[in-house]
């Protein structure tokens, strides 16, 4: 059986917005026709590449943190001012913003998630059938090759540009705020200044 793009990817699809390759994976067989498109169903699939892509960038510019009601708000990452909430909600007492500043790293994860969802968009079987027919061949190849050479690079960069963000669309973890907290719970009783979080890229 031919491996699909999202398949032969494997781990590096944790690097996009969990929604956006469903989106992508759902709709994309329906606008190329199952691969058999004409010049309107190549239109369609063409802006759902990019509206794809420019989620996968626009979601490596957010991140998340804790309200004083104890759930996950987003925002958009700033700079030099931090988080720019996309909520009303107030962070909690421990939650320092201004820590959540752009940083070059931000970039950095925005080139990866590009790479990682044109490889899977470009090679995707239907997309291949839709405007490169005759590339199928070739297809076979690229999907042995391309996410192998992927994973080193996009590992050397993380090793270099370490991502701890928890933006839109991405599967939610501990937040670092929490980890701190927690782990210093018995270094502040008694006094009222708290930990802040430290982003480091």
Known sequence: MTKTPLSAVGDLIKLLPTGTVFVFQFVNPVLTNSGECNATNRWQSAILLVACG??????SFTDSYTGTDKKRHYGIVTDPYGLWQLSSVPPADFVDLSGYRL????FVHVVLALLVF???GLLDNNTVHCF?????????????????????VAGALFMLFPINRHGVGYPLTVDSNELTVDSNKTTHIGTDTAPKRQTTY
Do not use: N, R
Request: hydrophobic share 45%.
């Open 118 to 120: 044109a490889v899977l």
């Open 132 to 152: 490169y027919p005759d590339f199928v061949s070739t297809q076979k190849q690229l999907l042995q090759v391309l996410p192998t050479v992927t994973g080193v």
């Open 54 to 59: 420019l989620s996968c960038a626009f979601s």
């Open 103 to 106: 940083k070059f790293g931000d």
